[in-house]
């Protein structure tokens, strides 16, 4: 994108929050899962593949769950309070006895190779630790299912070239 619009410039903020795009001045934002009713227009982006992960000295420790009912019984990471309760394909709810609100995904996953206990990431964001056998699969035979991807974006007539460049480049 930046070999292609010299001229651009990004100002990348990083959150695991919501963030208030007209409120806080954002031209665009990237967001997983549902979206909520809004003012925004949203472009699909792609589907994320998520797994459920935890370190090889942890479910040692722990016990390996068998079933995601089990999850009570381990220490589980999420990312912040609002997403304590993990969903399973076929509707199955787990409500959450979670240790850590990691607050950002890069720490839950630094905080389950540790040894802190299991959380439900992005499958590309730990596919190098579970090749390396830093993480180890949980509960693979309960598949989570995939997570949609959307650009979200203020209803303008007229954006700016420099914004419809990002966002048709993203997409």
């Not at 695991?16 to 925004?40: K, P």
């Not at 699909?44 to 999850?71: D, M, Q």
Request: charged share 25%; proline share 6%; net charge positive.
């Amino acid at each position: 994108l930046m070999a292609v619009h010299p001229h651009i410039q990004v100002e990348l903020r990083l959150t695991e929050r919501r963030t208030n795009i007209i409120g806080d001045r954002v031209d665009l934002a990237i967001r997983m899962g549902a979206l909520e009713d809004s003012e925004l227009i949203a472009r699909w982006l792609t589907s994320i593949s998520r797994v459920a992960v935890a370190s090889k000295s942890y479910l040692e420790r722990a016990g390996h769950p068998s079933h995601p009912g089990e999850l009570n019984k381990s220490d589980c990471l999420i990312i912040r309070r609002a997403l304590s309760v993990w969903r399973f394909d076929k509707g199955l709810d787990i409500p959450l006895k979670w240790r850590i609100a990691a607050g950002n995904m890069l720490v839950a996953r630094d905080l389950a190779a540790s040894g802190n206990g299991i959380t439900i990431l992005p499958r590309f964001l730990v596919e190098d630790d579970l090749a390396a056998g830093r993480l180890t699969p949980v509960l693979a035979d309960f598949p989570l299912p995939d997570a949609p991807a959307w650009i979200v974006a203020t209803r303008q007539k007229h954006r700016s070239p420099a914004v419809r460049a990002v966002m048709d480049h993203l997409v």
